[in-house]
């Protein structure tokens, strides 16, 4: 997997990640698939899915379920959220959410975080990343080119996800290391520098 050229003045929407991206999180998944047996070399939702017995499996859900929204009430919107999303406002680009969490868990962080992005896709709504349907369903919605959309995340899922859709993506590392640098058409600390890269073009 490589990564997909951004051309910014292109650009006319931008998607956001929701957890460690637009707001903080302390999911503490180790923990979880413990508590699960879930194998650390499988995806956690997809081994909940493939789980056979159907009360395990909604015990698993509600477990998860707990986590997330304990998660939500302890979350911060990450340092230049407010900022970006104003800036993408005042430009008339378009916006959205596309998150591994559930809908209760997500709106909760929103609300919450006093964040309003009208358009929240969640796991119920489209396979989770890294399956590219959720994207893919908005460029069809907004009638634009794959090109014309970037993603923004902080997770190797996010970017295989973009590079799925045939998008460009933006990792926001937050100062850190990572080993996804190579998968991302863009890679910026934090949000503000998103916001001051964009900005040179409009």
């Known amino acids: 997997m490589s990564h997909v050229p951004l051309n910014i003045p292109q650009i006319k929407a931008i998607v956001f990640d929701l957890d460690n991206t ?24 997809s081994f909940i899915d493939q789980i056979d017995c159907q009360k395990t499996q ?94 923004v995340g902080d997770y190797l899922y996010d970017l295989q996800a973009a590079f799925n859709a045939a998008m460009p993506s933006c990792l926001v590392t937050h100062g850190k290391h990572t080993p996804f640098t190579a998968h991302a058409s863009l890679i910026v600390e934090h949000l503000s520098d998103l916001e001051a890269t964009i900005s040179k073009h409009y």
């Open 58 to 151: 909604a015990n698993a859900h509600s477990l998860v379920l707990q986590h997330e929204l304990e998660d939500a009430e302890k979350s911060n919107p990450m340092p230049g959220c407010k900022s970006l999303l104003n800036f993408i406002n005042s430009n008339n680009l378009l916006t959205a959410i596309i998150t591994r969490n559930c809908s209760e868990a997500a709106n909760t962080k929103l609300s919450h975080n006093k964040i309003t992005i009208p358009k929240v896709i969640t796991r119920e709504h489209f396979p989770p990343k890294p399956a590219p349907d959720s994207l893919l369903f908005l460029a069809n919605e907004w009638q634009l080119d794959s090109s014309e959309i970037l993603y």
């Open 22 to 45: 637009l707001v903080s999180s302390d999911m503490d998944f180790q923990w979880l698939r413990e508590q699960l047996g879930c194998p650390s070399s499988q995806d956690l939702l």
